[in-house]
């Protein structure tokens, strides 16, 4: 095999993908593409220093070239640091790596010429910055969808890693050629080992960061703007999955409806900005008032839906009446003022021949009620009388 002509496709690979990811970093979402289109830049000069060895002094082709390897191992660490933590927490470490290593590698050259003290050089600043990297993804992916290719990326640098070893193997073994193109198989492994770092690695990121987009997009499209609480689809979601475990496992749920009373007071009083604090001040308290298994959902305006998970009408009907009390005895402070507000509630629980909606049509007859019957009160749907 001809490891010379790889390493030219190589080199044209690393330059075109660097020049697709500074286009696409030139947009603010992605800047942080630009620690990777520095790596392939770096993986490339790198490549291109070693195959013109022949029409370089030493200290260029072999010092510089594999001083920038590093560097590109540790742009690549970067990526990943930024991604999983925000910023890489061992910047000491990886400038000691390629300090040391471009030093030992200068002397290995100039002072006392040596293939294999170079090879094991370069072969155990890559791995350890490998490790550094794999170590990063696997502590600081935990949970979430982004587990997925977050094990993955790090199993393929702990995949290169293994071809370090195995080349750190051959070179003290002696079984690795003195001559850096040559076809033998431990060069082969070695290739490869860097091709999954230069390929594999990019990929990984793109999948996490892809990952990471979509779970982002998903969560805002459930999230309410004003308070953060879930919105009117995330709601409907919780219905489903409680209607699906209300059949196979005979669980029960019940819904509490909530409507602010005389809010447009509040907004006709305080503006519409002393409302949203109102709103949010109500949302905040809502959902420090249930369990976290329940789900507190803002369906918009001053309207507001709690929903209990496997509870029944008793205990829904006491948390219902602790939530109004709770509303009663607030203080909002809108502009320095304390504003004071009440709540009615409507209160229904799932019964045979129910579904989601229909429990939430009944929640809001009985909240519908509960205004008629003179506000700041919660009714049931059963009989309609007066909770608690
Ligand atoms: P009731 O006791 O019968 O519920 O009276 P109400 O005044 O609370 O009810 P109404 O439906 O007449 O008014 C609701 C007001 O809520 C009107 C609307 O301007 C206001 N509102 C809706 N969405 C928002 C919002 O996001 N922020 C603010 N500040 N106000 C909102
Ligand atoms: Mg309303
Ligand atoms: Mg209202």
Not at 289 to 318: C, H, I, P, S, Y
Request: positive net charge; proline residues 2%.
């Amino acid at each position: 095999m001809d490891i010379r002509t790889i390493l030219y496709v190589h080199v044209y690979l690393l330059l075109g993908m660097a020049t697709g990811l500074i286009v696409i970093a030139w947009h603010p979402h992605f800047r942080h593409f630009r620690n990777l289109a520095a790596a392939f830049l770096a993986g490339a000069g790198s490549t291109l220093l070693r195959l013109a060895d022949a029409r370089l002094p030493s200290v260029i082709s072999i010092v510089c070239a594999n001083g920038l390897l590093l560097v590109t191992f540790v742009l690549l660490h970067r990526c990943i640091a930024g991604f999983v933590q925000g910023g890489s927490r061992t910047k000491r470490l990886e400038a000691l790596l390629v300090g040391s290593g471009v030093v030992l590698l200068a002397f290995f050259t100039l002072v006392h010429p040596s293939l294999a003290v170079r090879s094991l050089v370069v072969s155990v600043g890559c791995g350890v910055i490998a490790v550094l990297s794999a170590w990063v993804l696997l502590q600081g992916c935990g949970e979430g969808a982004e587990r997925v290719p977050c094990r993955a990326t790090a199993g393929l640098l702990l995949l290169f890693v293994l071809t370090t070893v195995l080349r750190c193997a051959g070179v003290l073994l002696h079984t690795v050629p003195r001559e850096y193109f040559a076809s033998s198989l431990i060069n082969v492994i070695n290739l490869f080992g860097f091709q999954i770092v230069i390929v594999g690695v990019p990929l990984g990121y793109f999948w996490m960061t892809a990952t990471r987009l979509w779970a982002r997009q998903n969560e805002l499209a459930r999230t309410d703007p004003l308070t953060g609480l879930p919105n009117r689809r995330a709601l409907e979601e919780w219905g489903e999955r409680a209607m699906a475990q209300s059949r196979s496992e005979r669980m029960s749920f019940a819904v509490l409806a909530i409507d602010v009373d005389h809010f447009k007071q509040i907004n006709d009083r305080y503006g519409h900005e002393g409302g949203d604090v109102a709103l949010r001040a109500l949302a905040q308290a809502l959902a420090a008032a249930v369990r976290k298994e329940d789900l507190v959902a803002r369906l918009g305006g001053e309207e507001f839906v709690v929903a209990f998970w496997n509870e029944g009408m008793g205990r829904t009907q006491r948390t219902a009446e602790r939530i109004r009390q709770i509303v009663e005895a607030m203080h909002i402070d809108v502009e320095g003022e304390m504003v004071r507000v009440t709540v009615s509630g409507g209160v229904a629980v799932l019964e045979s021949g129910d579904t989601f909606e229909t429990v939430l049509r009944r929640a809001d007859r009985a909240l519908y009620a509960a205004k008629l019957a003179g506000r700041n009160r919660v009714m049931v749907d059963a009989s309609l009388v007066p909770a608690g």
